[in-house]
T-cell receptor, first 108, second 116 residues
Framework: DAKTTQPPSMDCAEGRAANLPCNHS???????VYWYRQIHSQGPQYIIH???NNETNEMASLIITEDRKSSTLILPHATLRDTAVYYC?????????FGAGTTVTVRA | DTGVSQDPRHKITKRGQNVTFRCDPI?????LYWYRQTLGQGPEFLTY????????KSRLLSDRFSAERPKGSFSTLEIQRTEQGDSAMYLC??????????????FGEGSWLTVV
């Protein structure tokens, strides 16, 4: 599976949009981009995934560049409960390989 | 609540004792995974089942670790002769086998193990 690169940390103001970048320059054609988050001491929570097209659900939006080498997770209106570690993962078949993720801190 | 249940949620054991964790995946999910997570690190893959068959084991899964999934439903992870280095959160996850739309994996809340 392709490797991903994320910034180690970022801050966001409550009520503002949070844009989390991820680079996956070695992604191959059949690999999906997945985003999970992990709030302290809990299991990872699925957020969203996509292959080529942009995706949106009740939690977030996923923007994937046309060349698929990078993507951005958008939390439209961040709340304090969105403070967590966010993982961007590229997966081809069945196994998730977690990196260090981005620690997002939402501040009031 | 994702529907993946793990038991017990917390376990404190003395070094050298055996412990067993149980995972009940989402109903009818045929793929089941075990991960381990230590403080400050992301989850690390341990093993993977498709139905009752254990298809992959990580090098992290030493001889003291054994996982089973009889009848392709719930799974157990046993650690024999526990060591302090085994202290971690053990995560179970499950997914359905759907081709062409990705493979969303859902995690349980984890079982915390402390070896004293």
């Amino acid at each position: 599976d392709a490797k991903t690169t994320q910034p180690p940390s970022m801050d966001c103001a409550e009520g503002r949009a949070a844009n989390l970048p991820c680079n996956h320059s070695t992604i191959s054609g059949n690999e999906y981009v997945y985003w999970y988050r992990q709030i302290h001491s809990q299991g990872p929570q699925y957020i969203i995934h996509g292959l080529k097209n942009n995706e949106t659900n009740e939690m977030a939006s996923l923007i994937i560049t046309e060349d698929r080498k990078s993507s951005t997770l958008i939390l439209p209106h961040a709340t304090l409960r969105d403070t967590a570690v966010y993982y961007c993962i590229v997966i081809g078949d069945y196994k998730l390989s977690f990196g260090a993720g981005t620690t997002v801190t939402v501040r009031a | 609540d994702t529907g993946v249940s793990q038991d017990p949620r917390h376990k404190i054991t003395k070094r050298g004792q055996n412990v067993t964790f149980r995972c009940d995946p989402i109903s009818e999910h045929n793929r089941l995974y075990w991960y381990r997570q230590t403080l400050g690190q992301g989850p690390e893959f341990l093993t993977y089942f498709q139905n009752e068959a254990q298809l992959e084991k990580s090098r992290l899964l030493s001889d003291r670790f054994s996982a089973e999934r009889p009848k392709g439903s719930f799974s157990t992870l046993e650690i024999q002769r526990t060591e302090q280095g085994d202290s971690a959160m053990y995560l179970c996850a499950s997914s359905d086998l759907i081709t062409g739309s990705g493979n969303t994996i859902y995690f349980g809340e984890g079982s915390w193990l402390t070896v004293v």
